[in-house]
């Protein structure tokens, strides 16, 4: 079964400065994607960046890139130069090739000072 | 109108009432999910249809009934609930999973409060 880990509850981070949010995800599968997503505090889940388990390089979106690290599981999100505007939850998700689901991790709270 | 609405966006009701919540989608998807978000915990899967047939119903109370009458929609009825149902229940839409790179779209929630 998929499992999606997301060790760290909240984060800080000074506005301007990066901040690397963790996720480890678990499967058996060898085609699988992960991809994540901001919540706000709207409640609409938005999406930001997608890695595909064959991709060799990492994913990024503008200020979005994405840390994998295929023989560790890990799938973590790196934000540069944030912003007010990024305070709100990340969750890490995963799909596997051919699966009907999408599966989420607890999520990460993330608070950016200005 | 584009992407996956979902109303009502809030929703208080009691327990002995039967309500519904209504998702569309203008994306030509023809996969829609049902999550249900509560506080401090993952995002529940409840329900997925799929060419709006359900395909998997995560173990879930039968006072939650999903609809899909077309590809395009999703209900969710709602009928004598409990107070621990009061959550965000999202609605999401992708396209059948050819490869994993179809990721969701997500509607706003509606937020339920049930007292």
């Known amino acids: 079964a998929q499992k999606i880990t997301q060790t760290q509850p909240g984060m800080f981070v000074q506005e301007k400065e990066a901040v690397t949010l963790d996720c480890t995800y678990d499967t058996s599968d060898q085609s699988y994607g992960l991809f994540w997503y901001k919540q706000p505090s709207s409640g609409e889940m938005i999406f930001l960046i997608y890695?595909?388990?064959?991709?060799?390089q990492n994913a990024t979106e503008g200020r979005y890139s994405l840390n994998f690290q295929k023989a560790r599981k890990s799938a973590n999100l790196v934000i540069s130069a944030s912003q007010l505007g990024d305070s709100a939850m990340y969750f890490c998700a995963m799909r596997e090739v051919g699966g009907n689901d999408m599966r989420f991790g607890a999520g990460t709270r993330l608070t950016v000072k200005p | 109108e584009t992407g996956v609405t979902q109303t009502p966006r809030h929703l208080v009701m009691g327990m002995t009432n039967k309500k519904s919540l209504k998702c569309e989608q203008h994306?030509?998807?023809?996969?829609m999910y049902w999550y249900k978000q509560s506080a401090k915990k993952p995002l529940e899967l409840m329900f997925v249809y799929s060419l709006e047939e359900r395909v998997e119903n995560n173990s879930v109370p039968s006072r939650f009934s999903p609809e899909c009458p077309n590809s395009s929609h999703l209900f969710l009825h709602l009928h004598t609930l409990q107070p621990e149902d009061s959550a965000l229940y999202l609605c999401?839409?992708?396209?059948?999973?050819?490869?994993?790179?179809?990721?969701?779209?997500f509607g706003s929630g509606t937020r339920l409060t049930v007292v």
């Open positions: 890695q595909g388990s064959y991709d060799e």
């Open positions: 999401a839409s992708s396209q059948l999973p050819e490869t994993a790179n179809y990721g969701y779209t």
């Open positions: 994306l030509g998807h023809n996969a």
